[in-house]
């Protein structure tokens, strides 16, 4: 059995899958669809042909997990945008004429970070053509199925496959007290993380909102990865000079994830859109409480594991922070329990459960 599996993307969530996939089934080769060059519009015109070349090798699963690959870098104007659009629009049944069966991993039923209603309907084309031309469509959670609903997309030849752990990925040298230590934080601070790619529809600003009505002194917002988004990276700089946070950005290195996970008390995502939330599960994966949302796939996590709040709820978060902050006691309980959920999932049945449908789809 040969997949391609494309794009390939920084997260290790793929090569948590694949690796023990491979590991699992010695009949499988897996490979990713990479571009012969560094620059992604050369790679997008090349792209028809890599897919020649690798049907003719004798690949017949294609697993798509997000198309942001589809975006001319630097050329932001709306009839790019409109030519991606019906360029990843083609390039689906471009896929499905040379023999591929297509398989679309739901990660966001849209694109969290089309921002304009343009940019909303234009994604929402492009998921939809994709969720009726894939022959399997995988998702996190049974909830996916409302949104997916909402947008219009086909659900049909739908399948539930968890997100599995982050735990043992990341280098786990440090002690919390060291990590401490060497952040310049107390041992008795209350320590809210913010961690992971910081985007508009992350809440960030939000959350700075929020923590600047907590009361105590011994509460301190560390908001920890790399900013985008050159207007919300002033926001946030305006922010530090009334409000007192730490901010370290940019991109963190594999080494320094424990750092910022061992340092903290809990961990905050305060997202207004979310499908699939893999901060919270590396979360998780360090027996760190969370605060977020009641969304996506977010619903199906148990109140033991932290702080959930209902997003529509007038100052939700505020509360749910508050809540959080007060009872060290409780958050060491919510650790454990947020360390218990993680453990139960496991690859090698993820990897296995995603296997079985390449097999079954394959057969039709």
Known sequence: ??????????????????????AKHKNIQIDYLTGPTNHQTINLVLFPILLIIYRLRGYKVFHIHWTYFFKIPKFDFAIFKIIMQYYCIIAMYF???????????VHETIPHDALTDKDVARSKKV???????ADAKIIHSKLVINEMKEANLDIRNTFIIPHGNYIGVYPDSITPTRARK?????????VILFFGLIRQYKGVKELIQAYSKLESKHI???????????????????ARKLIKFD??????????????????????LPFKKITTSGSALLALSFGKPI??????????????VGY?????KTNGLEYALKRAVKNKGEIVKHGKNAMKYANNLSWDKIAGDTYELYRKILSK
């Open 1 to 22: 059995m040969k997949v391609l599996v494309f794009p390939k993307d920084l997260n290790p969530y793929q090569e948590l899958l694949y690796g023990q996939m491979r």
């Open 95 to 105: 896929i499905k004429i040379l023999g591929y069966k297509l398989i679309w991993t």
């Open 127 to 133: 998921s939809r053509q994709l969720s009726r031309v």
């Open 182 to 190: 060497k952040l310049g934080i107390s041992t008795n601070e209350v």
């Open 220 to 238: 301190r917002l560390m908001i920890v990865g790399k900013c985008i988004d050159p207007l919300l990276y002033k926001t946030i700089l305006d």
């Open 247 to 268: 901010f370290y950005e940019g991109h963190v290195l594999d080494e320094d994830v424990s750092l910022y996970f061992k340092a903290c008390s809990i961990v905050c």
């Open 291 to 304: 605060v977020a949302p009641r969304i996506g796939d977010l619903i199906d996590l148990p109140n033991s």
């Open 308 to 312: 959930l709040y209902d997003p529509l």
